[in-house]
C-alpha cells in the first residue's frame, strides 16, 4: 500500500505542522554551517521532509511513519540513495508486506524508469520475496518480472537500467524456461527497429553469456555461431549502415576467436560504390547489400580494414589505404581517429 494520500491537488501538511512527529528533532542539511557557499535551494517540502529524515535515521527509527516519509522524499526525488536504503531497512525491521511493496514500486519505477535507485531497490525486494524464508516461487515471481519489465521496455526499448535489472534477473535465477522466451522477444524487438542497440546487447549476452550454456559440446557451441553468424548477416544486409549489427559480428567472432578474414566474401560488396545486381545466382551465406543502401559502407571498411590488419604481412599495407578512404572522404568526422590507427599500423602496435 502507499502510504500517501491520492488526492493530489490537497497539499500536505509539512512535518513540522503534524503533531505525531513533533517528537522528532529535525536536523537541517548545513546544521553546522552558518553561510555554506553554494547552498542548494530546494523546495520547502522538500526541505521538511529531508530534515526529518535525517532525525529518524539520527535515531534509528524504523516504523510506518518512516516508511511513508521515506515514500514522501522518493516521490519527490526519486534518486535519492540515503531514503531507498533507509526504506529497505525499515521495511524489513518492521516486517512489512514485500509483495504489497513490490506492487508500490510497479507504479513508481514505471514513472521513474531511467532512475537506477528504483531498479535496485526492487532487486532486492526480488531476492528477499524468493528467498527461503518468504518461500515465494523463484520462477512464478521472475516470470511475472519478466512481464513488467517488457511492459516498461515497450515505453522506451532502450533504457539502460532496465535491461541491466532483466539480465540480473535472467542471471539470477538462470532457470532454462525463462531464458527459453528471451531470443523470440530480441527477435521481435529487433524486426521492430533492427538499430536497437540495447537489444543487440542483450542478444548477445542471452546466447554467449548465459551461466546455464556452460555445459554446451563444442559441436552445439559451433552451431550456435554459424546461427548468429547467418542471423547477423540478414540484418546487415537489410541496414548496411547500422553499427549496432557490425559491432554484433565483431563482438562473436572475438568470443569464438574466429578470424576476421573467414568474412571477407560477405564484407567487400559492402565496401564498395556500387553492387551489381544479380538474378541468376543467389548466395544465402553472403547476402548482398539491399537496393536502396548507402554505399560504401563505413562499418563495413572498418571491419575490411581490421581484418587486413590482423592477418598481417601485406595486410597491414591494405589497412591503411582504407582507412586513408575513410579518413578523407567516407569518414572525415573521424579523421583523427583514422589517422590514428594509420600511425599506429606503421608503427607495428597493432595486435
Known sequence: MSYLS???????????ERPEWQDVTPISQYEAVSSPIAPIFYTPEYKDATNY???????????????????????????HYSAWQYRYRTLLATNAPLDVELKLMDQIAAHNMKTYQVWHHRRLLITQLTSASLAKDPVDTATAELEFIGNVLALDTKNYHTWSYR???????????????????????????????????????VVFGRGSRSQATPAEEGEVLQREIRY????????????????YLRGILEYSNTPFSTLLPFTEPYTRAYVQPTDDVVDLDNPKPSSDATL???????????????????????????????????????KKYWEYRIKEALEGKTN
Not at 6 to 14: G, I, K, Q
Not at 185 to 203: G, K, M, Q
Not at 232 to 247: G, T, Y
Request: aromatic residues 10%; charged residues 25%; glycine residues 6%.
Open 232 to 247: 547477423v548477416k540478414d540484418k546487415i544486409s537489410v541496414a548496411p549502415n547500422n553499427p549496432s549489427a557490425w559491432n
Open 167 to 205: 539480465q540480473w534477473l535472467l542471471a539470477h535465477f538462470d532457470d532454462a524456461g525463462l531464458w527459453l522466451g528471451e531470443l523470440p522477444y530480441v527477435d521481435d524487438l529487433l524486426l521492430e527497429d533492427v538499430r536497437n542497440n540495447s537489444a543487440w546487447h542483450h542478444r548477445y549476452f
Open 6 to 16: 491520492s488526492e493530489d491537488d490537497v497539499a500536505p501538511l509539512l512535518y513540522c
Open 53 to 79: 529524515f535525517r532525525g529518524v535515521v539520527k535515531t534509528g527509527e524504523t516504523s510506518e511513519r518512516v516508511l511513508e516519509l521515506t515514500e514522501r522524499i522518493i516521490r519527490m526525488n526519486p534518486a
Open 296 to 334: 560504401p559502407c563505413v562499418a563495413a571498411l572498418d571491419f575490411l580494414a581490421e581484418a587486413y590488419v590482423r592477418a598481417g604481412g601485406d595486410g597491414v599495407g591494405k589497412a591503411v589505404e582504407l582507412w586513408k578512404q575513410l579518413a578523407n572522404e567516407h569518414d572525415t568526422m573521424r
